[in-house]
């Protein structure tokens, strides 16, 4: 293993503060990373990590040597790279996290596109909506929607994501129609519960100091955006969801738009990388074939940043 590779081992153990989980993040054995980072602190003569038997941590020295590494890496793959930013055809591997409907319904129906133009570019692309850890998970770069949390993180705001409340017309038949918030007391909605916490998303509409929101009376409640829209073509009540994700039931009339002037608040939609200062060529050539795909298709809003 060149020193470099020994500078990339010490980064991601690190970075997961674990051999085991680095080990499996690199997909190489826990040894190589263990014999790894005891060849690197007897190159530099210092012990760069605390070693407990649930974690380890940065010595005063490693967290110096570790910034270094953070410097160094990029410039020597800039430099490996120098007779090739020329090249039409980036190849490479890069690791990416969407969410599950975003992924399955806008970026992979559009990837035939990008690999037309960039055929030697391999994605790794998760689509769930769980919040993964993008260091501990090695993932060069995530989609999200929603306000963030970890502020370690590189983000690039691509614009709001526009929400709106629909509803099928066989609902409005049978229970009228909702025009303003003091009516949604006789109005039922599908509940939508994360997946993650169980909690129940309340109604959220404007009010001239901020919004307010209302648990519904609901007959069913849900926990996927798929379910959440097929009850709600069902008839079975009002919801509130990205206009991109119904907009194609909108235009055949199977929904209809109500509360038109008591939207939700948009949400922001994000582009996370890890901390790292360097962006590989795959990883550059596959956010700026993205990011434009995503403002149309995603119906976003860019001009209220």
């Known amino acids: ?149 970890d502020s370690t993180l590189i983000g690039k705001r691509l614009g709001y994501l526009k929400l709106i409340n629909v509803v099928a017309p066989s609902y409005i038949i049978r229970n009228g129609i909702a025009r303003v918030p003091s009516d949604l007391a006789n109005h039922f909605a599908i509940n939508y519960a994360s997946p993650t916490s169980g909690r129940v998303q309340g109604w959220v509409w404007p009010e001239e100091d901020g919004y307010n929101s209302v648990i519904m009376r609901s007959q069913i409640t849900v926990n996927s955006a798929e379910a959440y829209i097929a009850c709600c073509l069902a008839g079975l009540g009002m919801i509130q969801i990205p206009q991109y994700d119904v907009q194609h039931h909108l235009e055949s009339g199977e929904l209809v738009e109500v509360m038109n002037d008591f939207r939700p608040e948009q949400l922001p939609v994000t582009l996370l990388y890890p901390h790292r200062k360097h962006q590989s060529k795959p990883l550059h050539v596959f956010t700026s074939w993205v990011e434009p795909l995503l403002k149309v298709k995603l119906m976003l809003d860019t001009e209220h940043y």
């Open 1 to 149: 293993m060149d020193r470099i590779d020994l500078f990339r081992v010490f980064i991601r153990v690190v970075d997961c503060g674990s051999f085991v989980r680095a080990a499996d993040v690199m997909s190489i054995p826990k040894s190589t990373v263990s014999f790894a980072i005891a060849e690197l602190e007897r190159r530099v003569g210092r012990r760069l990590l605390n070693r407990t038997t649930r974690s380890v941590s940065l010595t005063s020295d490693g967290r110096i040597f570790y910034e270094r590494c953070l410097d160094v890496i990029p410039q020597v793959e800039d430099t490996e790279n120098l007779f090739r930013q020329n090249n039409p055809y980036p190849k490479g591997k890069i690791k990416v996290d969407v969410p599950g409907r975003i992924g399955r319904l806008v970026i992979a129906p559009s990837l035939p596109e990008f690999f037309l133009v960039y055929p030697y570019v391999e994605l790794e692309m998760g689509v769930s909506d769980r919040n993964v850890n993008l260091v501990e998970e090695g993932i060069d770069c995530a989609l999200r929607v929603g306000e963030l949390t």
